[in-house]
């Protein structure tokens, strides 16, 4: 059983780090922002947007259940198992509901368009539900999605979050239905996606996770799922604060490059921001519990001579008010540009905007030689996977190493030199891929 007590109201700070100085006609800045939320455990007090007396929280667990799910029937029973386990981990206080997924979404548990709030009856009663799970039908998870979204809207909840799983492809509904879903939900709820067997299209579940800020995974074997789904759902109840902003404001002839996370893994979030101002845009970050991640800033300045200086960037952390109230600042830091005639110091490449250029280019190389291997062209696999096995050696990512080492067979890490192997296991090769954007930090 879980510790039900309520994390604390996490303290933010942000940490910029760079190589400020440019040459002569220099525009380009780059700067790795390391944001940390600290003190939101779970030693009694309540959090300052979340767990007010647990009521501020929702979760809805999403379980396909279509026909494939009894292929083989160990797939229906860790589903069962494993949302018995989440149930098991909630908070008391925490809303909650169950939804089973096939070509529709039904409630399962409490039903009637309602959320349960968790407590020793409800916890045993959903648990009970779940022995009427069974497979038959097919898979539209944008039904399901849009189903999570009215149920956790009902009931006025700060934190809202889901967990989907699934073992298959979504046939039965168009691709532009689960996109116009994704856009729907996108900034309504958080939710984790994990894929369970290897029928599942690693793409699809990713891209759920990323569209709605959440983590996405495969359980090659149903029998981790109990304890995969555990995990999550403890992670879920250590969100203390949510609808948190990445705000960027440029002075006047700076232009936006991209925003990045970069670790715990690799998001691109340039393409989603949304105005908050004159020169100021907002990038979602979603919920924190107690927590750093490290963002990838990149801004072009006008040129300046030398010996100028100017602020190139305000980045400020912003937890928004889902009721419409003002927005509250959390911490801030800055980014500089300086123009020198110092070579030493306008070359020197920080080693922060270093270490994450790489992973990011990790991250990309994987997918291609991934893409490359499907389509049959092994060169190009080779040159692209040879790369990340490079990539992954130099920066002491050891995890997606030894994913590679199951796709490629290393001859030379250190000049990338490999074979692809004859064989490979479709379980490995969708691990890389799901996991291919998983990053590991910078040693400072």
């Not at 525009?27 to 939320?37: D, F, L, P, Q």
């Not at 939101?40 to 799910?69: E, F, H, L, P, R």
């Not at 409630?107 to 020793?120: K, T």
Request: glycine fraction near 12%; charged fraction near 25%.
């Amino acid at each position: 059983m879980a510790n039900f007590s309520k994390p604390t109201a996490p303290q933010f700070s942000v940490d910029v780090y760079q190589n400020e100085f440019l040459p002569e006609g220099g525009r380009e800045v780059s700067a790795i922002v390391t944001v940390t939320s600290t003190g939101g455990g779970t030693s009694g007090a309540t959090g300052v947007a979340g767990y007010a007396d647990g009521g501020g929280a929702g979760v809805v667990i999403m379980v396909d259940c279509s026909g494939s799910m009894d292929y083989p029937a160990t797939k229906m029973r860790g589903a069962r198992e494993a949302t018995a386990a989440a149930v098991d981990t909630l908070r008391d206080g925490t809303s909650f509901a169950v939804v089973a997924g096939t070509h529709v979404a039904k409630e399962v548990y409490p039903g009637n368009g309602r959320l349960a709030v968790a407590d020793a009856r409800t916890r045993a009663e959903a648990k009970q539900a779940l022995r009427s799970l069974s497979a038959g039908g097919g898979t539209a998870i944008g039904t399901w999605l849009r189903l999570a979204d009215r149920l956790l809207s009902s009931a006025g909840l700060t934190i809202r979050h889901g967990i989907l799983l699934t073992d298959g492809r979504n046939e039965h509904e168009a691709p532009e239905e689960l996109r116009a879903a994704l856009d729907a939900c996108a900034g309504r709820f958080t939710c984790d996606a994990r894929g369970v067997g290897t029928d599942w299209e690693v793409k699809e579940v990713t891209a759920i996770a990323s569209a709605l800020l959440g983590t996405a995974d495969i359980v090659a074997d149903p029998a981790g799922l109990a304890a995969d789904f555990t995990a999550m759902m403890e992670q879920a109840m250590g969100k203390g604060v949510a609808d948190v902003v990445l705000r960027l404001w440029t002075p006047v002839g700076v232009e936006i490059g991209y925003v990045k996370q970069v670790a715990p893994t690799v998001e691109d979030l340039t393409g989603r921001r949304t105005e908050a101002g004159p020169r100021a845009g907002d990038y979602p970050t979603g919920s924190w519990g107690d927590e750093s991640r490290d963002y990838h800033v990149s801004v072009r300045v006008p040129q300046a001579a030398i010996g100028r200086e100017m602020l190139a960037a305000r980045v400020s952390l912003i937890a928004l008010d889902p009721a419409g109230g003002d927005p509250r600042p959390l911490s801030q830091g800055l980014v500089r540009a300086v123009w020198t005639d110092d070579l030493a110091m306008s070359t020197s490449i920080n080693p922060q905007v270093a270490h994450y250029t790489g992973q990011a280019e990790l991250a990309d190389v994987i997918q291609q030689g991934l893409d490359a291997r499907k389509s049959g062209d092994r060169d190009g696999a080779t040159a692209k996977l040879g790369r990340a096995v490079q990539l992954a050696a130099a920066s002491g990512n050891a995890d997606t190493a030894k994913l590679l080492s199951k796709v490629v067979d290393v001859v030379d890490a250190a000049t990338g030199t490999v074979r692809l192997k004859a064989k490979v296991a479709e379980a490995d090769e969708m691990t890389l891929e799901t996991r291919s954007t998983k990053t590991v930090r910078v040693k400072r």
